[in-house]
């Protein structure tokens, strides 16, 4: 899967964040879809999210880096081509839960193992994966059954629904963490990151010490 990692832009908001309060909106702007959208039909056990929708990864800037994503809900509506300034990274295991979280970073790394998506065929079936595993809580995944179904008029996107394995997709070891691009307006979309390697975790405590430091001088020269 193309995504640009973000990796150290999301450290350095993470670093950010433990310094700065209150925290800054992240900017989005989504111009196009990455390999065009395929029809998708969908049925939910949440009625306002039942529809025909065009289905497929989008390509955009997050914070004026480049980054592709998938929508995550069809209840809020987004324009392409316009920049929004309302939008905040929220970890995944808090804005879903440990099922969903697992989930969605099992076919996140999927799809980076496997070099996909990579048309629009496969792109509109990983959004209608994305929808499955967001709207199917219980982990329980099948296109054709449960609190989601999806289907569509595309014969192409249709085979590749009818032949998607989710054990083999469930299977794959964790390369890569999702979180949740979060409005309170907008549609809401992912941002998956490569898990850190241990030097990267190295930095980051050696960062998280430093600020620890510095907030006990801090303290200590206040008294």
Request: glycine share 6%; charged share 10%.
């Amino acid at each position: 899967m193309k995504i640009h990692p973000l990796a150290k832009a999301l450290a350095a908001a993470t670093l950010a964040t433990a310094l700065a309060t209150p925290a800054l909106a992240d900017t989005v702007q989504l111009n196009s879809f990455t390999y065009g959208s395929q029809p998708m039909t969908v049925s939910s056990a949440s009625p306002a999210a039942s529809g025909t929708y065009p289905a497929g990864q989008f390509s955009g800037f997050l914070n004026s880096n480049a980054f592709v994503t998938f929508c995550t809900d069809l209840q809020k509506s987004f324009s392409l081509g316009t920049t929004y300034t309302n939008y905040s990274i929220v970890n995944g295991l808090t804005a879903w839960g440990s099922t969903v979280y697992q989930g969605m970073n099992r076919l996140m790394s999927y799809g980076y193992a496997n070099g996909l998506p990579n048309n629009s065929t496969n792109s509109a079936v990983f959004q209608a994966a994305v929808w499955e595993v967001i709207y199917q809580p219980d982990g329980v995944y099948d296109f054709n059954a449960g609190n989601f179904k999806a289907s569509s008029s595309d014969g192409a996107t249709q085979t590749a629904l009818n032949t998607w394995n989710w054990a083999t997709v469930m299977s794959t070891p964790i390369s890569h963490t999702t979180n949740q691009l979060l409005s309170s307006t907008n549609q809401n979309f992912l941002v998956t990151t490569p898990v850190p390697e241990p030097e990267s975790y190295a930095m980051m405590l050696a960062g998280l010490s430093l600020v620890g430091a510095i907030a006990r001088r801090r303290r200590s020269s206040a008294n």
